[in-house]
């Protein structure tokens, strides 16, 4: 399918900082075409006739065997290859529509991981970077469910340094094959895999490459399953290879390509967990919201109550930011895709190469989605008191499973340093002007303050010109601690965590600004509690930036420049009074009406 989507004006991935907002220039999920909804609720009528009966078993490791089974019937509905060419018995589908099926695929419990991997991390290595007679041989099978595939990174040794690992590939005298040893941990899907997309060096290598090994070659073992804290009905072992011989046609791209085939796998599978994390949520605000009705004490419904009322109002609030982010940047990645078939590209280089065009939201979004969502769950425990903590409740499965994605596909730590990093080095390629707008900025701040108070008769206008001044802030505080701290920036970790805290959160919330107005517009008028939502996180978003501003500040500059800075930042981050208990209620009472996420 080719989108009919793009015809979005598309930023420079990063650029959003730099760049004004304009609605029209992103995609909203309420855009989403009949095909694509079609695609996606085929695949919930699947979850919810397979998994949902028996959500407890895949929440225990008997769904480990269920879902190697339920992997294979996927696979026969035509499930598994959603972005595989069709030649391989994919459908060809653009990133929008992978993100919307994902969304549906992965609120599914412990099955999330077996069909997300196998469809994401597994299968995507394979088309982005396979050769033709490569592919031929493993995708159909792979698409079809026949194989189950893991991808195999992680070593004992080496976690978040993954291209320290250890695993090494030695090519025979013969010349005709690879002779592998190594270990590899918590690999996902490997109970079951036939194929292993393993990251090895060969020789001494500096990097890594990366092979397709089959277990049939040999020399592959597993360790026992792991006794895990959530996602129990996951496959997740330790994976021996004994030197295993792999033909040499099996090395998958180039030698030393390893490293960086990896990071931009990564980079889907970041993506397209806050699109797993919106299903799982809005899962978990259908329960939640119905246990607040039913619920009584004191004589009335715990929905009824300020303080549950102040809770679901926020989850809604966060859910909203992180279905428009993810849906800007699937468009986006989907325009850049377009645009590099247009200069002709092949599908799969334009499919990776748009992908890490925006490898700095995908890693916003991961981060930001991941730890919403497991407030979210958090949120939904409370709101079910002691029955949240019963092992009998979703919620307290969903609550589990939900702290590993803080962990995996990059830990959120790393993800936060990487967003800083690839910005700033974009900016020092020439790829982001951002030596201009931060120019601006100083000057604006030696300039005497504007004491205009008329308000603007624009449609949110406070949340427009607070996208503007939040990026200000980020500007001129990021701007200040680069002048100041040059090279040794990247040594200051704690520096570029709040930098990205302050990215993080203006970007999630010009998405829902952008998302707000653009409803209006398409509607001819507001949709309800959407602009309560944009304010509610408007607040958040200055709260965080002010207080991570505040850190920075305080850690490189003192005397008259730490005080001009914190005198910008006061500025930048000014709210106008708004009364957010109103808000999270008119909220909470659409969502308790609804019994489940507003929107
Ligand atoms: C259930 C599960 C499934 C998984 N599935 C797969 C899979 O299918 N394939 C696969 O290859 N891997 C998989 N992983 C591994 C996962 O990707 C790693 O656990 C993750 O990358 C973190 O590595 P680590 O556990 O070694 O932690 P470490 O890298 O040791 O990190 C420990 C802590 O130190 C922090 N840290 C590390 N380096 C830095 C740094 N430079 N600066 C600041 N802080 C730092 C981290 O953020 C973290 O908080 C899985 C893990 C789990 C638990």
Redesign the pocket.
């Known amino acids: 399918m080719n989108s009919t989507q793009t015809k979005y004006k598309r930023t420079v991935g990063g650029a959003f900082l730099v760049e004004e907002s304009d609605p029209n220039s992103i995609f909203i999920y309420e855009e989403l075409s009949e095909e694509q909804r079609m695609i996606a609720q085929a695949m919930e009528d699947f979850i919810n006739a397979e998994i949902e009966p028996i959500w407890n078993k895949i929440d225990s490791k008997e769904g480990i065997e269920i879902g190697r089974k339920l992997l294979e019937k996927a696979g026969e509905m035509g499930f598994l290859g959603l972005e595989v060419g069709e030649e391989y018995g994919g459908n060809q589908m653009d990133f929008i529509t992978a993100i919307a099926w994902t969304e549906k695929a992965c609120a599914s419990y412990s099955f999330a991981?077996t069909i997300g991997?196998q469809t994401s991390?597994g299968i995507a290595p394979m088309y982005l970077y396979a050769n033709p007679e490569q592919k031929a041989k493993y995708l159909p099978k792979m698409v079809s469910g026949e194989l189950k595939t893991?991808?195999?990174?992680?070593?004992?040794?080496?976690?978040?340094?993954?291209n320290s690992g250890k695993t090494k590939a030695v090519l025979n005298p013969e010349g005709t094959h690879y002779i592998l040893t190594g270990q590899?941990?918590?690999?996902?899907?490997?109970g079951f895999a036939d194929v292993f997309i393993v990251?090895a060096k060969i020789d001494d290598d500096k990097n890594l490459s990366a092979f397709i090994v089959e277990k049939e070659f040999g020399g592959v073992s597993l360790g026992a399953e792991?006794e895990?804290m959530?996602?129990k009905g996951?496959s997740?072992r330790q994976v021996f290879f004994n030197e295993v011989p792999v033909p040499v046609e099996n090395l998958l791209g180039e030698r030393g390509d390893g490293f960086k085939m990896?990071l931009n796998v990564l980079n889907t599978g970041r993506i397209k967990m806050a699109s797993a994390v919106t299903g799982m949520a809005k899962k978990g605000m259908q329960w939640t919201n119905q246990y607040a009705l039913e619920r009584k004490q004191f004589g009335e419904p715990i929905g009824n109550f300020g303080a549950i009322k102040h809770k679901i109002g926020n989850c809604n609030a966060k859910l909203y930011g992180i279905e428009s982010g993810l849906y800007r940047t699937a468009s986006n990645i989907d325009s850049k895709f377009d645009e590099l078939i247009d200069e002709g590209m092949s599908r799969e280089e334009a499919k990776w190469r748009s992908i890490s065009e925006y490898a700095i939201e995908c890693a916003i979004m991961k981060v930001y989605s991941t730890e919403a969502g497991s407030y979210m769950a958090d949120e939904g425990v409370q709101i079910h008191g002691g029955m949240g903590y019963s092992a009998e409740t979703k919620i307290e499965t969903m609550y589990r499973d939900a702290r590993?994605n803080r962990?995996?596909?990059?830990?959120?730590?790393?993800n936060r340093?990487l967003s800083v990093d690839m910005l700033l080095k974009k900016a020092l390629k020439g790829k982001i002007d951002m030596m201009t707008p931060a120019m601006a900025v100083q000057k604006e701040l030696m300039s005497v303050p504007s004491f205009n108070t008329s308000a603007s008769t624009e449609y949110l206008a406070e949340p427009l010109k607070m996208v503007v001044n939040f990026k200000k802030a980020i500007l001129m505080v990021a701007g200040a601690a680069v002048q100041k701290l040059m090279q040794n920036l990247k040594d200051e970790?704690e520096i570029l965590m709040n930098i990205s805290d302050m990215l993080i959160q203006a970007f999630v919330f010009e998405s829902a600004v952008l998302r707000t107005i653009k409803l209006k517009n398409i509607n001819g008028a507001p949709t309800a509690g959407t602009e309560e939502m944009t304010y509610i996180l408007m607040h958040e978003a200055a709260n965080v930036i002010n207080n991570a501003g505040r850190e920075v500040i305080y850690a490189f500059s003192e005397g008259d420049e730490m005080r001009g800075l914190l005198m910008g930042l006061k500025r930048f981050t000014k709210l106008n009074p708004y009364n957010l208990k109103t808000a999270r209620r008119t909220v909470a009472d659409i969502s308790l009406e609804k019994v489940g996420y507003v929107m």
């Not at 590899?184 to 490997?190: D, E, F, G, L, V």
């Open positions: 991981l991997v991390i893991c991808y195999c990174l992680t070593e004992p040794g080496s976690g978040s340094d993954a590899k941990m918590w690999i996902t899907n490997s990251f792991e895990k959530g996602i996951s997740t990896a590993i962990i995996y596909e990059g830990t959120n730590e790393i340093m970790q």
